[in-house]
């Protein structure tokens, strides 16, 4: 039967993981589609709403579910987990600004984007837009820039970025979230989790939720898709066909 599988990839045609690993795709899901789904959707919906965190991991956000209404903003919006992340904080009602280069702005429109910045155009933390929830998969800024951009009581949750802000992230969040209203930190991803496989899957069969595949590679072609992806122009996901 066709499954979709979690956790780490690999570029091969055949490879053995635990049962436990495995989710059985929807009927109407391609195997394509099946390809670019559960990491990048899990960790979009997962830094979405949290997760329970450990007790010893004090930086670790447990933010709860978005509210309808909520101004949420997604740097690094066009590529895969970002676009994902779009269209989750949509179907929870949010109110959505996408972040990413001019050419991704059209895509981010398409797949329900309220507004959309170019990065290149424009500093979302000088704006004085305030936003509930921002979502960075491609930090490279300060972490007191995104606490400038918060409203009070606003999350700032990192999910990528520059190995810089990574230190900032873990060293700084948790006495900045500590001493003021705003919270700052990153989620633990749980690839595994059953339940989120599950929502996941009844997004898709209810045409809520869709990957975004920009292009796709035989797998002879992995090393040209490697460069495509490093010049950061890709939409969304890019595809090895078998």
């Known amino acids: 039967k066709p499954f979709l599988p979690l956790g780490l990839g690999a570029f091969a045609e055949y490879v053995a993981v635990p049962e436990n690993a495995l989710r059985l795709k929807p009927t109407s899901m391609t195997f394509e589609e099946a390809a670019a789904y559960p990491q990048a959707a899990v960790l979009a919906l997962q830094n979405l709403r949290g997760v329970e965190p450990p007790s010893t991991s004090f930086f670790l956000l447990d933010k709860g579910p978005i509210q309808p209404g909520e101004k949420v903003l ?18 929870f009602g949010a109110e959505v600004t996408g972040v990413d280069s001019k050419e991704k702005l059209d895509m981010l429109r398409s797949i329900g984007a309220d507004h959309v910045i170019d990065y290149a155009q424009e500093d979302f933390t000088k704006s004085g837009q305030l936003y509930d929830l921002i979502l960075d998969v491609v930090a490279y800024r300060s972490i007191f820039a995104h606490k400038r951009a918060l409203s009070p009581n606003g999350i700032f949750v990192y999910v990528g970025g520059s190995t810089a802000s990574i230190f900032q992230a873990l060293l700084l969040a948790p006495f900045i979230s500590r001493t003021g209203t705003e919270k ?5 991803q749980k690839p595994n989790k059953k339940e989120d496989l599950v929502f996941l899957k ?3 069969e209810a045409g809520k939720v869709a990957p975004v595949i920009d ?9 040209e898709a490697f460069r495509y992806l490093e010049e950061g122009h890709a939409k969304g996901k890019l595809v090895i066909t078998m």
């Open 202 to 204: 009844e997004l898709f």
């Open 184 to 188: 700052l930190g990153v989620v633990m």
């Open 215 to 223: 292009k796709r590679y035989p797998l002879s072609e992995v090393p």
């Open 74 to 91: 997604i740097n690094g919006a066009g590529g895969g987990a970002g676009t994902f992340a779009v269209q989750i904080a949509k179907h």
